[in-house]
């Protein structure tokens, strides 16, 4: 772990540099060499990773599979990316070194653009595992980096662009359409009654929403999972617990501090509860978890923005502190204590 914690220190320094100089117009260069130097050790640490990531292996046979026609994804883009790398080379690496510059290019630009607390959703980046789990779920891990980066488009209204983008996403990774009629959520408020109301409805109703999900999933080409090494199901019980607790932070600073209403806040709450919704279905749909994974992304945005609603400086300290404690139990939980992702010890080529 010390070669990410490395990364993670050194990436949050020239994030820090940066967002110093990000509103003085004479030092711009400066703000972007240092922006730059944030994603490097990011970049990095993905680059030079050799075996590390439970996908890794099926992404080096894909590799050569695509090449010589015996095998491939569903996802055009990907397969035109590998084909390309193939060109020039048959080293697999430089397919691991194409997706790191793809995913991080997308999600810096977008915290960049978007976050209200750079170093902070760097932070987030980290300790909420969606880094590590970008050196495991490759392709869905690009369709996520471009939805944030889409999401500016969201708050604009421009629907056009958006969907652009999201299309590009599926291209990359077909979870990616569940990004279309969240397009449609912004403007709906987040209430709080109305999230307990309807989780109570979920609950109460979910044998027979399970028997109805169940039955149009096998009706998809999603079916395969049912009968694969994946439909054994267990309830993600910490990742659902740590999930309604980031829930109960969102509206709370959404209902005291949101003077202003912001619909974007609204937005971010409401992304929040359906992943909750999401882990619910743990317990009986094969790899549901990504898409929670997948509306979680937005939170790396979200919490910066609503921790900044806390007008008091060390309450606000506070809330930071108990933030990380919260997602540094979720990182350690789900690195070491349940094996996921893979991505420890790190290694290279050079230390085999």
């Known amino acids: 772990m010390a070669i990410y914690l490395i990364m993670l220190v ?25 922006g730059l130097l944030s994603v490097l050790p990011f970049l990095v640490v993905s680059a030079i990773r050799y075996r590390v990531g439970t996908d890794w292996y099926i992404y080096d046979r894909y590799f050569h599979a695509i090449h010589e ?39 810096f630009t977008a915290i960049y653009q978007q976050s209200r607390y750079i170093p902070f959703s760097i932070i987030l980046y980290f300790l ?15 369709a996520m980096s471009i939805f944030l980066y889409a999401s500016r488009y969201i708050w604009d209204r421009k629907c056009k662009k958006y969907m652009l983008w999201i299309l590009v996403a599926m291209c990359f990774h077909v979870s990616a359409l569940i990004y279309v009629p969240v397009y449609f959520l912004y403007g709906w408020r987040a209430e709080i009654k109305k999230h307990i109301v309807l989780f109570g409805v979920i ?28 439909s054994e199901n267990d ?34 709450v409401n992304m929040q509860w359906l992943c909750l919704v999401s882990l619910l279905c743990t317990a009986f749909i094969p790899q549901v978890s990504r898409i929670s994974s997948a509306l979680e992304i937005i939170s790396i945005l979200a919490i910066p923005r609503m921790i900044l609603f806390e007008k008091k400086r060390n309450q606000r300290i506070i809330v930071y502190c108990l933030i990380v404690a919260l997602l540094t139990t979720k990182l350690v939980y789900n690195v070491y204590v349940c094996g996921f992702f893979d991505v420890v010890p790190f290694q290279t080529i050079s230390s085999m």
Not at 69 to 97: A, K, M, V, W
Not at 128 to 142: D, E, G, H, K
Not at 240 to 248: A, D, E, G, K, T
């Open 235 to 268: 309830f993600l019980l910490a990742g659902f617990i740590i999930s309604f607790l980031l829930l109960v932070f969102m509206e709370y600073y959404n209902y005291v501090g949101n003077v202003d209403d912001d619909k974007t806040v609204h937005f971010m």
């Open 69 to 107: 026609g015996t095998n491939s994804f569903r996802e055009p883009l990907f397969n035109l990316l590998n084909r390309i790398i193939y060109l020039f080379t048959d080293n697999s690496q430089f397919l691991f070194i194409a997706v790191a510059i793809i995913t991080l290019g997308f999600t």
């Open 203 to 230: 609950i109460v109703s979910m044998p027979v929403l399970k028997v109805v999900i169940v039955a149009v999933l096998k009706l998809t080409p999603y079916a395969w999972y049912f009968d694969s090494a994946y």
């Open 128 to 142: 909420s595992t969606i880094y590590f789990n970008s050196l495991n779920q490759m392709r869905q891990a690009i």
């Open 10 to 34: 050194v990436s949050v320094f020239f994030a820090s540099c940066a967002r110093k100089l990000q509103y003085e117009i004479e030092y711009r260069k400066a703000y972007y060499v240092y």
